[in-house]
């Protein structure tokens, strides 16, 4: 059978396509596991053969360092297959009024440290409690965001464009990026560790049952799982652009984020039913704007890019150095 890890975001939309190619062709269900981007690339990345995955599931780019281990371990050759969009959102109980939040706010929430509220160029730990201390216009319940561990690529992507997007709403942490790197990164990136962001590990689906018994929690997860859950469960405003199908595919919605899934080159004649999935994922029927994965809440690509990607499987381009 054919074996894939990686992302839970992927996860849903990848075992609809297994199914349909364990019903449709003569071949066995593949077999996938979500265990998070960052966890998926090291299970992938540590050989080629029949005891390592095929398939790994992404819901960021593959780092140029994860490419690197690859080549060290002798997975060569590697298929990158961007498949589409999603949305970060932050969502919570439809037993709550819907948050409407900024950036800004956002960080202020989560970051380990923070600008200090006093003014001046520098940061202290983290002092808000509740919303309200960090937005008077926000409820004055406790912080309590349920959101992905470091393994994730979610919660990569969720630090990359929201925290640090927020963080850049301050001038003098915005000009910190150029004097010192490092330091602004830290400021940006790191999650409080107080318990007002607590980890859920990669089962978004266990996010959303405890923000239905929790009506004061916040979760972060990928578009599809609201979607999925929207008769529960309501995305929040970010920078007053609700998370929607619609303004996640025009680029509005700004916690938005490209999906991937990375083959190995060397499994794809080897392996059977390899070519038959990846066929399957590829045609419009699957990641089309009228496909069955739009109905499952992924954000179909444009279709100049998904003729680029589609050539690219049916070609086994692989990936090289010059690519990062």
């Known amino acids: 059978y054919i074996s894939i890890v990686g992302s839970s975001t992927v996860y849903p939309f990848a075992t609809v396509v297994a199914e349909q190619v364990g019903k449709t062709t003569s071949y066995k269900t593949p077999k996938i596991e979500s265990t998070g981007t960052g966890g998926g690339f090291k299970l992938f990345s540590s050989g080629v053969g029949v005891e390592h995955p095929d398939i790994t599931n992404a819901s960021r780019r593959i780092k140029k ?6 080549q060290k371990n002798g997975v060569q050759e590697i298929i990158e297959v961007k498949i589409g969009y999603d949305g970060i959102v932050m969502a919570n109980s439809k037993k709550a009024p819907v948050m409407k939040l900024s950036l800004k706010d956002v960080y202020l929430a989560l970051a380990k440290n923070v600008p200090d509220p006093n003014g001046g160029e520098t940061s202290i730990a983290n002092p808000y409690k509740t919303w309200k201390d960090v937005n008077s216009s926000l409820p004055a319940t406790k912080i309590e965001v349920l959101g992905p561990p470091p393994t994730s690529g979610t919660r990569d992507a969720f ?3 929201a925290m640090e997007g927020g963080a850049k709403t301050f001038a003098w942490v915005k000009a910190l990026e ?15 560790e107080d318990g007002a962001y607590i980890e859920a590990g990669e089962n978004d689906n266990l996010i959303v049952q405890k923000l239905e018994s929790n009506p004061n929690a916040v979760g972060i997860f990928g578009f599809s799982f609201l979607d ?3 008769d529960k469960i309501q995305g929040s405003l970010v ?4 998370p929607t199908f619609e303004a996640i595919s025009a680029g ?5 984020r490209p999906l991937f899934f990375y083959v190995k080159k060397a499994h794809v004649e080897a392996i059977p039913g390899m070519r038959e999935y990846l066929s399957e994922f590829t045609s419009e029927k699957a990641w089309g704007p009228d496909g069955y994965l739009a109905e499952k809440g992924m ?4 279709d100049a890019e998904r003729a680029q990607f589609r050539d690219n499987v049916k070609n086994l381009k692989t990936l090289t150095a010059t690519d990062f």
Do not use: W
């Open 178 to 192: 150029k004097k010192d790197g490092k330091a602004y990164k830290e400021l940006c990136h790191t999650i409080r």
């Open 299 to 302: 954000i179909p690509m444009p």
């Open 65 to 70: 360092t994860e490419f690197e281990l690859c």
């Open 239 to 242: 920078d007053g652009v609700a």
């Open 252 to 256: 509005q919605y700004p916690v938005s």
């Open 159 to 161: 630090v990359e464009m």
């Open 228 to 230: 999925q859950n929207a």
